[in-house]
């Protein structure tokens, strides 16, 4: 079992940035996937960025390569999300999730178990 605690969002000006941060309780966080998926008013929870357990391997929706960057310290058991040049359409609800089968890097949300809160980001134009 692990619960999760996401935070870091607010409202920043389009090309700024933020860092998300999602930190777990419970033992075997490092043992887990992470994710972090988003979900905007009116439309579908969507896949952002997943992370595997070691930090060895990293993906990233096509809308965010090369803007967002995820990443992790087991030791502190958290998992970041650093996000660059924000614009209008991340607008959204932000949530971290783990993947308690590990193994191969998951893009869906059904493939996670535990979820965060999530925390709201807002870009404004």
């Known amino acids: 079992q692990v619960q999760l605690v996401d935070s870091g969002g607010g409202l920043v000006q389009a090309g700024g940035s933020l860092r998300l941060s999602c930190t777990a309780s419970?033992?075997?966080?490092?043992?887990?996937?992470m994710g972090w998926f988003r979900q905007a008013p009116g439309k579908e929870r969507e896949f952002v960025a997943t992370?595997?357990?070691?930090?060895?391997?990293?993906d990233y929706a096509d809308f965010v390569k090369g803007r967002f960057t995820v990443s992790r310290d087991n030791a502190k058991k958290t998992v970041y999300l650093q996000m660059n040049n924000l614009k209008p359409e991340d607008t959204a609800v932000y949530y971290c999730?783990?993947?308690?089968?590990?193994?191969?890097?998951?893009?869906?949300?059904?493939?996670?178990?535990?979820w965060g809160q999530g925390t709201q980001v807002t870009v404004s134009s």
């Open positions: 419970g033992r075997s966080f490092s043992r887990y996937n």
């Open positions: 999730a783990a993947d308690s089968a590990g193994g191969l890097l998951s893009y869906t949300s059904y493939a996670y178990d535990y």
């Open positions: 992370i595997t357990w070691n930090g060895d391997n990293t």
